[in-house]
């Protein structure tokens, strides 16, 4: 997808800081997501070339087969590190990390200090945190496959997602499509944002979380004029971001996520509804594009799941980010510090 946005800046890290040098052409889509990808893996280089001397923490893991001690690097070695030290089954159904029973932990996020550790795969007997980051990390993947399902000449301009409600029957991304005044998707225009959606999956990406500074933020995004403005709101409080990547693609959030797309199994995207904001709104309408899925292993036969796709085709009633401003206390969407 190749469509002219905004100004490319041509980004130098080093140590210090970073140097940006404007170019006179413009980014297109793609260029936009290798561009994100690339600095992602730059800052994610020098945040870990920052650790400096090694220390090492302890990691009492609590769980089957038996409890055990593990020795671990700090800031550096992750909960699926320490499952990789215990078994494969350990490392492909954990999907959370839960630390000093009380802190629900990414897998990808290095620990900072000594700890208990608990693995929490979608069969645990409290699931509710494990459901969130699936509905969640769908949310971010389903805005992935909207990106990249679109003719080149069709700018996605991905805007934010609400923060997870499973009671809702579907998670969801709202998009600008600025070229797209009035679509209605067809069925075959469904089914290839679902088979995106399952490209994704199996790839078995990592979901990794990045903290990265405003400023450094506001250049990944200067492309999407959604992200540049919520940044400054997510960053108000420490002057940081959270970021996820899976495969290339990179977007904003809270978290936690699940650990891998391969942990989503049966998926559909279902449906999209078009949302049209007041006068007074920045932007004027926006794209709700909604799906539904289940996690890997857990079985459902066709009609039970038909049930659950024909709800999930229903609007989703999450509230409109196009009906408030974003700084408003009472609508703070998931890519904008969602409490949820």
């Given amino acids: ?15 210090n800081y970073k140097q940006i040098l404007p170019l006179s052409r413009f980014l ?7 561009r994100r990808n690339h600095l992602f893996t730059l800052e994610k280089k020098r945040q870990i070339g920052k650790v400096g001397r090694i220390e090492k923490i302890e990691v009492k893991y609590k769980g089957v087969p038996n409890d055990c001690t593990l020795v671990m690097n700090k800031n550096l070695s ?39 550790l608990e693995l929490q795969n979608f069969t645990v007997a409290e699931p509710q945190q494990v459901n969130k980051a699936f509905w969640r990390t769908c949310s971010l993947l389903l805005g992935a496959c909207a990106t990249v399902a679109f003719k080149e000449s069709v700018p996605v301009h991905l805007h934010s997602f609400p923060g ?13 499509l600025p070229s797209l005044p009035d679509w209605k998707p067809t069925s075959q225009e469904l089914y290839t944002l679902s088979a995106e959606f399952i490209k994704l999956v199996r790839a078995n990406s990592p979901l990794e979380r990045l903290e990265v500074g405003e400023d450094l933020a ?10 540049t403005k919520q940044i400054p709101s997510i960053a ?34 279902t449906s999209v509804h078009k949302l049209t904001g007041s006068q007074d709104s920045e932007v004027k309408q926006l ?7 289940l996690p890997t292993n857990v ?26 401003t974003t700084d408003k206390e009472d609508f703070e969407p998931e890519s904008i510090a969602a409490k949820a």
């Fill in 1 to 15: 997808m190749k469509h002219p946005i905004f100004f490319l800046s041509k980004t130098v890290l080093n140590n």
């Fill in 28 to 34: 297109s889509t793609q260029e936009a997501i290798e």
């Fill in 78 to 116: 992750t909960p699926y590190d320490c499952a990789r030290h215990l078994s494969e089954w350990h490392v492909e159904s954990s999907a959370l990390a839960l630390l000093d029973g009380s802190v629900y932990w990414d897998m990808h996020k290095p620990l900072t200090e000594n700890c208990t």
């Fill in 164 to 176: 997870p409600d499973i009671r809702s029957g579907s998670f969801i991304y709202d998009i600008d």
């Fill in 218 to 227: 506001l250049e990944m995004f200067r492309d999407n004029e959604h992200k």
């Fill in 236 to 269: 108000k409080n420490n002057g940081k971001v959270t970021l996820y990547r899976a495969g290339n693609h990179v977007d904003i959030s809270k978290g936690p996520m699940i650990s891998s797309t391969a942990q989503v199994g049966r998926v559909t995207v």
């Fill in 287 to 293: 794209y709700r594009f909604q799906g539904v899925a």
């Fill in 299 to 324: 079985i459902l036969n066709h009609f039970a799941y038909s049930i659950l796709t024909e709800r999930a085709k229903k609007l989703n009633p999450a509230r409109s980010p196009i009906s408030f």
